[in-house]
């Protein structure tokens, strides 16, 4: 009896299993789509999956399409199903003959990639979060050839540091504090770019002797106590993250976008206050939901916690007497990941979404 029921539950989590490994396409999914200039591995999957960030499973067998650098806009991607009736996209052999113009045209196009490069370049090149820890162990500038408080291009700026002759630094400002609108706690700092320069000599600190840079890419004024890190504006980045489903654990909120407005939309830059810490991932894919308004009871019938006099709202402690319901309003998917918090693009908004709202596993 025992071996029945262990084998019936065996054979329950297999089909849960099963399940849970199998595609489900869209009802309208095409049988074939032509990559449009523009279009990212999101939105092609998206044309085809509810869930697109299971895009790896679509294109499991297909070793051209599993190289992202091979799809290119013109490109015509064919749907199929393998010998167990699971689907999987193929690419589809062209049936025009192009030019040899239009051909070296098309070959000198961008890869498609995961996400809108050019929105999230910046902040993986360049922007960056930092602990009080972290950046006490950083070189910081002294002072500069003319004595300025501040500084421009064209100046030379003194670090106390041996730096390397010819290499190429940033030049950093600590900016606002990065606080946890749960808990208070410090999440670190935002370091903003605010120049570039190369070490023109390299110091001696065992005789206190700083190094020289010269700056040459100033986007505003530099003063004393800037901080420097070796920049490498050629430095190679993702253009393709492996989507996936963000951990089951995680349950953060919105913290502050980079257009700083109250509302933002599509392919605008979040803060989420998760991060290392709390298992994220570049690549994670999170449901963003917002809890629908408090409603409170009154003699004059039900009114949002927002509408109610202040003497019902010290009477409700939880400013509702219902637990509303929170509803899913856009996706987001992590491309930067530091300790306490994470950056995220955001690849679809139902609504405009806000500081606040509330990120989960899909």
Not at 215 to 232: H, L, Q, T, W
Not at 281 to 306: F, H, N
């Amino acid at each position: 009896m025992l071996l029945r029921v262990l084998s019936l539950l065996f054979g329950i989590a297999l089909s849960v299993s099963l399940m849970a490994n199998e595609l489900a396409l869209k009802p309208d999914a095409p049988k074939s789509y032509i990559v449009k200039k523009g279009d990212t591995l999101w939105d092609i999957s998206g044309v085809f999956l509810n869930q697109p960030w299971l895009w790896p499973k679509l294109w499991r067998l297909n070793p051209e399409i599993n190289n992202p650098h091979l799809i290119y806009p013109g490109d015509e991607l064919l749907l199929v199903f393998d010998v167990q009736g699971q689907p999987m996209l193929v690419k589809g052999k062209p049936e025009l003959k192009w030019s040899p113009k239009v051909r070296k045209q098309l070959k000198d196009q961008n890869p498609v990639s995961t996400l809108p490069l050019h929105v999230i370049a910046p902040y993986i090149r360049y922007d960056t979060v930092m602990s009080l820890s972290e950046l006490a162990g950083l070189p910081h500038i002294i002072g500069s050839e003319e004595g300025y408080k501040s500084s421009v291009d064209g100046f030379k700026v003194y670090i106390n540091s041996d730096l390397i002759v010819g290499q190429s630094y940033g030049i950093y400002h600590k900016a606002d504090a990065i606080v946890d609108p749960e808990t208070q706690q410090n999440l670190g700092y935002n370091i903003r770019l605010i120049g570039t320069g190369k070490a023109l000599q390299s110091g001696n600190m065992s005789k206190q002797q700083p190094s020289t840079i010269f700056v040459d890419g100033a986007k505003r004024e530099i003063r004393s106590g800037a901080y420097v890190m070796p920049v490498n504006v050629e430095q190679d980045y993702p253009s393709i993250f492996t989507m996936r489903a963000g951990a089951k654990s995680t349950d953060g909120l919105i913290i502050s976008s980079v257009t700083k407005l109250r509302e933002f939309a599509k392919f605008d830059v979040i803060m989420i206050n998760k991060g290392n810490s709390q298992a994220v991932q570049a690549g994670d894919v999170l449901t963003v939901s917002r809890k629908s308004p408090g409603v409170i009871e009154t003699d004059y019938g039900p009114q949002y916690s927002k509408d109610t006099s202040h003497w019902n709202k010290i009477a409700n402690n939880s400013y509702s007497d219902y637990d509303m319901p929170a509803e899913v309003i856009g996706k987001v998917m992590v491309f930067k990941v530091y300790d306490k918090v994470s950056m995220a693009l955001i690849i679809n908004a139902e609504k405009p979404l806000r500081v606040l709202d509330g990120v989960t596993a899909p």
